[in-house]
């Protein structure tokens, strides 16, 4: 008798290879279950896929009737009807009204990617609507995060009507409210979680809002943009307002920067996301786009899957102009039309992100030793919280991730300026909610200002109330910190050996991309395998060689383990043979294609026989 998948009992995956303690010291587990592995045979005997596909799909809990529409994510099925958002028929309105009436808009975005992308999409669509918009980034040092008076009076005398915040707005009680009191109307556009207070504008269009219940909360600011420009373009064709001579724009055409903001932003790469970011990289592919091929060209990117690998677009279009050069960069560069002056503005981004870069290091190995510090031996603590004197403000961020990444839990990197007061950014591991932590914390008083998401977090605060707000943090997230990190587990979708890792192999793993937050990159194992190779190179970078037992070759890189304990293990291993772990990727040079193994984990093979699952 054959058990349905969901009849099959719970039960806790295994150790994966029968490694229980890598040499990093993580457990290795298989990511299916028992009713797990009965969901990847059902898939592939109802689809006729191949079984490591097959597996990596019920490995993200990907139903068996849902597997078509997985790998083939469309906008047109997974778009909602944007009026299930609260107060999108109101934005949509208003919006439309401005173009109707020629009215001057102004936009007020954030200096991240997600920000920049969202700026630059509204623009995009409000010229085609025959409109100049004015166009406003903060900057991070002088003005911070968010709308301030100062901007919004600015805006007012170049004789804007309608102020429209994107990535930003939803805390900005004051200064809206001076925006309203200048005689504008606003439109708030955001993704961000909120306070206590709700400004009082015209709009509202935010799905993390408590009223909200469109289930669309996963959204990064881009693609909620997207989404109110499918209700504008609504709006306007209802009114006639397109003809021959003011044609409708294809919003699929520019779903270029709803990928890269969606990706920058770490949005969950789920339902309406996946469709966006998987649409958005066949348009990458093209290349017709000038600022996004100029932003591929200077990051020397071979294909657009590499977005989704590394931040090497991501810093150069947000972590140079947006953090310690001119804040608007970022959007020219994407309105962009001509391929010299892209090209120029490209270049001038990747200058400033080599100069970012070198400011980046020298604080991050500051942050990395006081963190040492206060975790101590015993690696003791749930959240790591540095702060320094003399840092850039815009590098906290790069730095905290940095932090997050090397120690599993939750950091923050604060820069300390000279008149007492603390600019920083938070970033978070997967089930520990920091945006809400850090709302609480300015209802507490501890704050002078906070804010943000799940996975990250903006503060501002008094230096004298540093060590309050550490031990504020350690008490409210140790908890889901601690059951987030009960083991320190990587978990493995299978194993196969150097043979089978082909470009074909990768690329049918990719048929369940694109991958990133909330779906995770497979991790293939390569059992026993010995490693032939290990060599430093770049920046902290070990270049290395597998072979397996019939004599087949992967070649393979470890990213930044140079000094870590995934580098040591493997420069004291050399010539032994290994169980390794990791991901694949395809570099593609001059025409020929070839996998790359990243390493993520390597562990010492028992001495009985294993088993390839």
């Known amino acids: 008798m054959t058990l349905h998948a969901s009849a099959l009992p719970i039960e806790a995956p295994q150790a994966f290879l029968g490694v229980t303690r890598s040499l990093t010291g993580k457990l290795w587990r298989d990511r299916l279950d028992a009713r797990g592995a009965a969901r990847a045979l059902a898939i592939v005997q109802r689809h006729n896929l191949p079984e490591m596909l097959a597996r990596v799909l019920a490995g993200r809990d990907v139903a068996i009737d849902e597997v078509t529409d997985f790998l083939d994510p469309t906008i047109r099925k997974l778009m909602p009807d944007p009026h299930t958002i609260t107060e999108m028929e109101q934005a949509a309105r208003r919006i439309a009204d401005a173009a109707v009436r020629g009215e001057k808009v102004a936009i007020f975005g954030d200096y991240d990617v997600d920000g920049a992308t969202s700026a630059a999409l509204l623009t995009w669509h409000l010229r085609h609507c025959g409109l100049d918009p004015l166009i406003h980034i903060p900057d991070r040092i002088f003005e911070g ?50 306070g206590d207070e709700l400004p009082e504008v015209d709009a509202l269009v935010n799905p993390n809002r408590p009223d909200d219940l469109s289930g669309l909360g996963h959204l990064a600011a881009v693609g909620l943009v997207f989404v109110t420009l499918v209700a504008v373009n609504r709006e306007l064709r209802q009114r006639g307002f397109w003809s021959r001579e003011m044609p409708e724009p294809d919003l699929l055409s520019v779903l270029h920067h709803v990928a890269l903001g969606t990706v920058a932003d770490v949005a969950p790469l789920i339902g309406l996301n996946r469709a966006f970011v998987a649409k958005g990289l066949i348009a990458m592919r093209r290349r017709d786009h000038v600022g996004h091929t100029a932003l591929m060209d200077v990051a020397r ?11 090497s677009m991501k810093p150069r279009c947000q972590a140079s102009g947006g953090r310690i050069g001119r804040a608007d960069l970022g959007v020219r560069l994407l309105l962009e039309g001509d391929v010299s002056e892209a090209a120029r503005i490209a270049a001038e981004l990747d200058r400033l992100n080599t100069e970012r870069r070198v400011i980046e290091q020298a604080a991050e190995a500051q942050a990395e030793a006081e963190a040492l510090a206060s975790l101590g031996l015993e690696d003791k603590g749930a959240v790591i919280v540095t702060a320094a004197e003399g840092w850039h403000p815009g590098v906290v961020g790069l730095v905290a991730a940095r932090l997050k990444e090397k120690f599993a839990r939750p950091a923050f990197a604060i820069a300390l300026e000279p008149g007492g007061i603390g600019t920083g950014s938070g970033r978070s591991i997967g089930g520990v909610d920091l945006g809400k932590a850090v709302r609480q914390a300015v209802h507490d008083g501890l704050l002078m200002k906070g804010g943000g998401h799940a996975m990250a977090a903006g503060v501002t605060l008094r230096k004298e109330k540093l060590a309050e707000f550490r031990a504020y943090m350690e008490s409210a997230l140790a908890a889901d910190v601690a059951n987030s990190r009960h083991e320190n587990e990587l978990f493995i979708d299978g194993a196969v050996t150097a043979r089978a890792v082909t470009p074909e192999f990768a690329a049918t793993l990719n048929r369940a991309g694109p991958f990133g937050s909330a779906n995770p990159e497979p991790v293939i194992a390569l059992p026993s395998h010995q490693l032939v190779y290990a060599d430093e190179v770049g920046q902290a ?41 990791g991901s694949l990727a395809v570099d593609r040079w001059q025409g020929n294609e070839r996998v790359q193994f990243r390493v993520l984990d390597v562990a010492a093979p028992d001495q009985g026989p294993t088993v390839i699952r």
């Open 145 to 194: 995060y968010g709308p301030n008076v100062d901007a919004v009076r600015a805006l007012a005398t170049k004789g804007a009507t309608l102020l429209v915040t994107v990535d930003c707005g939803t805390t900005s009680i004051e200064p809206l409210a001076e925006a309203k009191k200048l005689g504008m109307s606003v439109v708030v556009i955001d993704h961000h979680q909120t």
């Open 301 to 311: 990117l071979n294909g657009p899957p590499a977005l989704m690998r590394g931040p």
């Open 541 to 581: 970078h070990l270049r290395l060689r597998f072979k397996s037992g019939d004599g087949s070759i992967v070649n393979g890189i470890a990213f930044r383990s140079v000094g870590q304990k995934l580098g040591s293990a493997l420069t004291q291993n050399r010539g032994q043979q290994l169980h390794v772990a």
